[in-house]
């Protein structure tokens, strides 16, 4: 299997971590970079020629939200092709119809167990056909 990427932004340090050690078990081959806060994270795909198969970018982070981060990314020539998967707590409509409409390509409710992220994961980077919605905790 080939070497794949992703990009994760999240101020969460234990959500990364976690985050890393479920894309590890779901695709070994998998490198993901990752950036602590929406400001660092558009100023590195801004500044960079780097592509990744996926962007993953968690909603609340302080100064620059993750829906700010979607529409920075989709305005990006590069990144257009890229599935960006918003990565959240929040099951709220508004965040959803709000990010839906700032161009995300699918809405992931963080999974209360690790197996659970694991699966949707191996699902995601198989690019198994999946509603934009997606919520295992339900």
Known sequence: MSTGSC??????????EIFAMAL???HASYVCDMAKNGADAIKAM???????????????MPMISGKE?????KKIDRLANVPVIVYTTSSHPKDVEDVKNAGADHYLVKPNSFSALVGILEELLTKKELPFYIDANN
């Open 69 to 73: 981060c979607v529409e920075a990314f």
């Open 46 to 60: 801004q500044e960079s020629d780097i592509v990744p198969g996926y962007i993953f970018v968690d909603l609340n």
């Open 24 to 26: 590890k078990k779901a």
């Open 7 to 16: 990009f994760l932004v999240d101020d969460d340090a234990d959500d990364r």
